[in-house]
């Protein structure tokens, strides 16, 4: 296989980001180490912040940063227009809400943390018109706003799922309220969202109703700088729509990419994509990666214990969510890693992370694909990231609970494991109470009547309905036992 010579870029970003050459498919836990380059460690003493060795003095001046340095983000160039892209996304999935409200959004708290994101460095935000029940493009317009238009780069995507909006005219509408919702008059990076279900499905939604010939003309008066698309799916979508770059020159692209999903996403789910070779294939043509899921919604936080332990002992400095986040953004073909981040704890540690971010080292790496992620694949989780897709169920059952609550317990070890189980009946009271502590009864699992109108949304591809009636029958079990 032919080596691919990987150089970081630093914060001046003076090195070219995608050099030519490549190999052909996918690459291996070996060719990810390759692709980091011999010795990463010694790439990141060029990193602007970065010193040439790790003196106690250094880690023990990081363990007690209560704030992120500013002036200190990595930034990557955009290979077509130039311009410097903060390594760090924000994502404006998961937006803050009233303490008093679920329901309704803080806007002054988004405000403060789109100011604070600013300040650090942070340029690249991502929203949807389907994001925070469709509020999340209102909420990141106004704090937005109120910044010089060049201090950010805004993304947004046509999210046209339903059928409705496959007509031209409603798609078009979509397009042009997500500018009067995000109050600018060009769109820095423009996404086709979610392609993967099917060549019908991608043609019906852009091709067949002429929406790729208006927003290719939207590229051409600068009303949409960078056109390129989020993937979730099959393989042979990807491959597809990857071999359209002749006729649409793709800018960028948006995949999953994290040290689960490199190696281990196709085993995870039969429908999904290792993101070696996705990574692989975007790099041989020069094409930009957009990061999404770096902690697949949290599922690389919410580790077992002794898994956690594990990384604290490895680096004491570093956060859990650190780790994945490094390896996220080691690759230099990553244009930027996002992370949807609800609170400011979230984003002063991630700032932390990328302020400047420490490439990974060889041995890092081959730790988080051998052992971390092979440990993780054996725990055989739901894989549920919380993205709330799947809502709102038209039966008011709150899917994505159920299951990270279903998971946290099996993470933890206190899933009743049976009547053999020493701590059966403890684990039995502690499932059921929580249970009903995290979701009200009247949106549990027994109430899916097995419509399946959540499953085709879910970009991990679960059998949704399947999946909460086994987690019915589970809780219908632990009430019947007598113990």
Same mark, same amino acid.
Request: hydrophobic share 30%; proline share 5%; charged share 25%.
């Given at each position: ?341 609800? /609170? ?22 081959? /730790? ?116």
């Amino acid at each position: 296989m032919k080596k691919i010579q990987i150089n970081h870029i630093t914060r001046d970003c003076n090195q070219t980001p995608f050099p030519s050459g490549g190999d052909g498919g996918g690459l291996s836990r070996r060719s990810f180490l390759k692709l980091l380059g011999a010795g990463a460690v010694s790439t990141a003493a060029v990193m602007t912040g970065c010193k040439d060795k790790v003196s106690q003095e250094a880690a023990d001046e990081y363990k007690n940063q209560v704030e992120p340095p500013v002036g200190k983000m990595t930034y990557r160039e955009n290979p077509k227009t130039k311009e410097k892209v903060s390594i760090l996304g924000y994502g404006m999935m998961r937006l803050p809400t009233k303490p008093d409200n679920d329901n309704e959004y803080d806007q002054e708290m988004i405000n403060r943390q789109v100011d604070y994101a600013i300040e650090h460095g942070v340029n690249y935000f991502d929203t949807s018109p389907v994001y925070c029940q469709g509020k999340s493009e209102g909420c990141t317009g106004i704090a937005l706003s109120r910044h010089k238009r060049s201090e950010y780069f805004v993304a947004t995507k046509l999210s046209n799922f339903n059928r409705d909006y496959w007509q031209r005219d409603k798609a078009i509408e979509m397009y042009r309220n997500s500018m009067r919702e995000l109050q600018v008059d060009y769109i820095d990076y423009y996404l086709l969202h979610a392609v993967g279900g099917g060549m019908d499905e991608f043609n019906g939604r852009y091709v067949d109703n002429g929406i790729m010939d208006f927003l290719l003309a939207e590229r051409r008066a600068g009303r949409i700088r960078n056109l390129g698309f989020s993937f979730h799916g099959y393989k042979a979508v990807f491959d597809e729509v990857l071999a359209l770059h002749d006729k649409y020159q793709w800018d960028f692209v948006q995949i999953e990419l994290n040290y689960l999903d490199w190696d281990y996403a196709d085993e995870i789910n039969e429908r999904n994509v290792d993101a070696s070779y996705l990574y692989a294939e975007l790099h041989k043509l020069g094409i930009p990666a957009v990061i999404m899921e770096p902690l697949l919604g949290g599922r690389l936080v919410k580790l077992p214990q002794y898994l956690m332990t594990e990384l604290k002992q490895k680096n004491p400095q570093r956060s859990v969510a650190s780790w994945a986040f490094r390896y996220a953004g080691t690759p230099e073909g990553v244009l930027t890693v996002l992370s949807g981040m609800t /609170y400011m704890e979230h984003l002063k540690d991630n700032l932390l992370s990328y302020c400047p971010l420490e490439p990974l080292t060889d041995e890092e790496c081959e /730790y988080l694909h051998g052992e971390v992620a092979h440990k993780i694949v054996g725990l055989e989780n739901i894989p549920c990231n919380d993205c709330k897709y799947c809502m709102p169920c038209p039966y008011g059952i709150d899917i994505p609970a159920i299951f990270v609550h279903y998971n946290k317990c099996k993470n933890e070890g206190s899933l009743p494991m049976g009547i053999g189980d020493a701590d059966y009946r403890k684990h039995r009271r502690q499932y059921l109470i929580s249970l009903d502590r995290v979701v009200p009864r009247e949106r549990q699992p027994d109430h899916c009547i097995q419509c399946g109108q959540c499953e085709p949304h879910c970009p991990q591809n679960i059998k949704i309905p399947r999946e909460l009636r086994k987690i019915d029958e589970m809780i219908e079990e632990l009430k019947r036992a007598k113990v």
